[in-house]
Each structure stands twice: as C-alpha cells, then as structure tokens.
C-alpha cells in the first residue's frame, strides 16, 4: 500500500517567494492534516480537511498561508510571501474520519528560506 | 487546550538497557494518546495509541506504553534496546471538544541515543 506522498522534498527559497507543497493521501482517507514543525519542536497542525471542506484552519496564518483540497484528494499548501520564521518542516497527513484513526504521515518539505 | 510534556529532551541509553521515556499531558475529559517515532528525514511512524481500553498499551518493535490517570501519564517502555530504536520520539494527545477533536497535540519529543 502507498504511503502518503509529498513533494519537493526540500525547497530552499529567498525572503518574499512564493512556495508550495503538494500532498497525496493514502488511498480512501477523506481526512487530510498540514503540520509545520519547526526545529526541535513536535509538529502543529495547521489545517485538517475533510474530504473538501476545511474544519479546522485556527491555526493557519490566513494572511501568508492558504490551502485547497480539490475534489478531495490531493492537497496543496502555499506560502505567500515566505518570510524566514517560515523555515521548517512540512508534514502531510492522512486518515479514515474518527478522531482515534491513525494519522499516517509523509515524509514532509523541508523548507528553507534566506 | 489539550497540552503534552516531554521530560527530557536526550535520553542515552545503552543497548539492552531498559528505555523509559516520559510523556505527560494535560486534559480535562479522558484522553486520546499516541506515541510516535521519527527517523531521520522520514515522517512520524505511529508506535502505539490509547483509545480508552486497556490500560497497558503494546506497540510495535517492542515498545509498550501506560496510562495513568491518577499521574496524568503515559510513558512508554521498552526493556531491552537496540541500535535500530534509534531516534525522536514524540507523544501526542488528541483534541477533545468540536472542531479540535481530530487535532493531534504534540510533545516536543525526545531524542533518543542508544549506545553500543
């Protein structure tokens, strides 16, 4: 069975790009989650869907990230403009509805910004 | 909000010694809790979870993890380790009210070194 993809695996950006992250969930998950991680830390979500609808986004920082999941399967996440307190880690996750599922996660982006 | 402690941000330990890892959280209903892993450059592998069942927990590669209530944790164990456990190892609690109830909140994991 595949796993959850994500790709670039690591984008290396300037102050003020654009970026993007795609996601590809595991086969049949209609729950789909962002997290960012950043260095040293656990990962936060940022924005859980379900199947197309965003039913949590608190804590995605409307003003620089959006996110869609069209025709709710795959999902991309985009920063604009980056700016350097965005460099992290990336994760995509992936899970059947209830709330003990398993979150599988990818392998993440790891994003650098100069 | 739901909130995870990880004691110990290093644990060393030496193979087939004992591997205890601490997780505490905070919740005001019975929670939900996981433990992952994550090797380098690799995303997060579930080990184990509670969901309100037993309170001793077995996972895979060994490692087993349980909930005390009274204590407000979930360590989780290993008796002997190996090189291959190797790694970071994040606990996580999952929301408990609305729209929070699929989030999962994370430790800020322990990184876990284990020496021949």
Not at chain 1, 14 to 38: D, M
Request: aromatic share 12%; glycine share 8%.
């Amino acid at each position: 069975e595949a796993g959850v993809v994500q790709s670039p695996r690591y984008k290396i950006i300037e102050k003020k790009q654009p970026v993007a992250f795609w996601c590809n969930p595991i086969s049949g998950h209609n729950t789909l989650y962002w997290y960012r991680q950043n260095l040293g830390q656990g990962p936060e979500l940022l924005i859980r869907y379900e199947n197309e609808e965003a039913v949590d986004d608190s804590q995605l920082p409307k003003d620089r990230f959006s996110a869609e999941r069209l025709k709710g399967v795959d999902s991309t996440l985009k920063i604009q403009p980056a700016e350097l307190g965005d460099s992290a880690v990336y994760l995509c996750a992936s899970s059947f509805p209830r709330h003990t599922d398993t979150q599988y996660f990818g392998p993440g982006t790891r994003l650098t910004v100069l | 909000a739901q909130s995870v402690t990880q004691l110990g941000s290093h644990v060393s330990v030496s193979e087939g010694a004992l591997v205890l890892l601490r997780c505490n959280y905070s919740s005001s209903v019975p929670p939900y809790l996981f433990w992952y892993v994550q090797y380098p450059n690799q995303g997060l592998q579930l080990l184990l979870k509670y969901t309100s069942a037993a309170t001793l927990v077995k996972g895979i590669n060994g490692f087993e993890a349980e909930f005390k209530k009274s204590e407000t944790s979930f360590h989780l164990t290993k008796p002997s380790a190996h090189m291959s456990d190797a790694a970071e190892y994040f606990c996580a609690v999952s929301g408990d009210r609305g729209s929070t109830l699929g989030r999962l909140y994370f430790g800020r994991g322990t990184q876990l070194t284990v020496w021949p």
